[in-house]
């Protein structure tokens, strides 16, 4: 039996400042021992009781998860905690922002 994605909930997170993606599961021998098979770094963390892996592209790739938007690849760590919601806030609207523009800007392109 291989590693089922849709028996797994992964989240994007920070742990020790690293970027991971939190494996979470029922607690099940055979569910715990998946992932650890299929992906040799995974790591279990006593202080979140969950299991992790690194937030690279390649796994990212191989559970179906997006890509890394320019956002989550900025270092964020001059920011102070405080201003992180503002900043967040500030890349939805330029990413809604972007979308509408390019709605109503790319078809015109398209007629002939």
């Known amino acids: 039996m291989g590693?089922?994605?849709?028996?797994?909930k992964f989240e994007?997170?920070?742990h020790?400042?690293?970027?991971v993606i939190w494996v979470r599961f029922p607690n099940d021998v055979r569910l715990r021992n998946e992932p650890k098979q299929r992906f040799p770094?995974?790591?279990?963390?006593?202080?979140?009781?969950?299991w992790y892996l690194n937030d690279v592209k390649t796994i990212r790739e191989i559970l179906g998860l997006q890509k890394k938007t320019a956002f989550e690849k900025m270092?964020?760590?001059q920011i102070a905690e405080i201003n992180?919601?503002?900043l967040e806030r500030m890349h939805e609207t330029l990413l809604l922002k972007f979308?509408?523009?390019f709605i109503y800007d790319f078809p015109p392109l398209l007629c002939s």
């Open 3 to 8: 590693f089922e994605l849709k028996k797994y």
């Open 16 to 19: 020790h400042d690293k970027n």
């Open 41 to 50: 770094s995974a790591r279990f963390s006593w202080s979140n009781k969950c």
């Open 84 to 86: 992180r919601p503002a």
């Open 12 to 14: 994007i997170g920070q």
């Open 99 to 101: 979308t509408v523009r």
């Open 75 to 77: 270092d964020t760590g």
